[in-house]
């Protein structure tokens, strides 16, 4: 069975400074992973994904996300965090594009 | 990106009574949704597979009869919480698959129900 660990609950970050977000997964095979944001009111964005290839991934809105098989972990950074990258934030992992087992989610908060 | 809605955004009902959200993609066909229920800091949990013209096909310990969907047209799903109870309070966020270029999925912004 597949499943996704989000360590972190809460984040609070300053503007200007770095974001981590740490994921880990158990899943038998090669896993798609994906991060997701979701903003109030919003719908979750697709912020990137990995299926094979390169294990750094760039994403949209300055994002981008490591996958380390050794580590199960698929971790997602960026450099210089924005007060509107104030969400939360979801990994995911799945045996395909659709069908996609979530972790519990991480807040992150935006200090001026 | 390709939008997808949910309708309503937030409702409250009674013991005993059903329940209708529909979740609609805007601009684009899906043969495809996706049901997700969310409890507070909990992860989504995919609930069923909503196909278009056929039957939806719900994970393990999801109730089918409790839950109905129902996708009809290339456009709309609808899940149906039927005779709710308070134990059925949840956010429950559907997407939709865009088969057209890179073929990923659009989630809806969610709908809060509660039950009282």
């Known amino acids: 069975a597949q499943s996704v660990t989000q360590p972190d609950i809460h984040i609070t970050v300053s503007e200007g400074a770095s974001l981590e977000l740490r994921c880990n997964y158990s899943y038998g095979a090669t896993p798609y992973l994906f991060w997701y944001v979701q903003s109030p009111g919003q719908g979750l964005q697709l912020l990137l994904k990995?299926?094979?290839?390169?294990?750094l991934v760039q994403g949209i809105k300055g994002f981008e996300a490591e996958f380390k098989r050794s580590q199960s972990s698929f971790n997602l950074r960026k450099p210089s965090v924005h007060w509107s990258d104030a969400a939360e934030y979801f990994c995911?992992?799945?045996?395909?594009?659709?069908?996609?087992?979530f972790g519990a989610g991480t807040t992150v908060t935006v200090r001026a | 990106g390709a939008v997808v809605s949910q309708h309503p955004s937030r409702v409250i009902c009674k013991s005993g009574t059903s329940v209708k959200i529909e979740c609609r993609s805007l601009?684009?066909?899906?043969?495809?949704m996706f049901w997700y229920r969310q409890f507070p800091k909990q992860s989504l949990m995919l609930m069923a597979t909503?196909?278009?013209?056929?039957?939806?096909?719900?994970e393990q310990g999801v109730e089918k009869d409790k839950f109905l969907i129902n996708h009809a047209s290339l456009t709309l799903s609808t899940l149906t919480v039927t005779s709710a109870h308070p134990e059925d309070s949840s956010f429950y966020i559907c997407s939709a698959r865009d088969e057209r270029g890179a073929d990923t999925q659009y989630f809806g912004p969610g709908t809060r129900l509660t039950v009282l």
């Open positions: 995911a992992v799945g045996e395909d594009d659709y069908k996609l087992s």
């Open positions: 990995y299926f094979s290839g390169d294990t």
């Open positions: 909503s196909n278009e013209g056929s039957k939806a096909t719900y």
């Open positions: 601009d684009f066909q899906a043969t495809t």
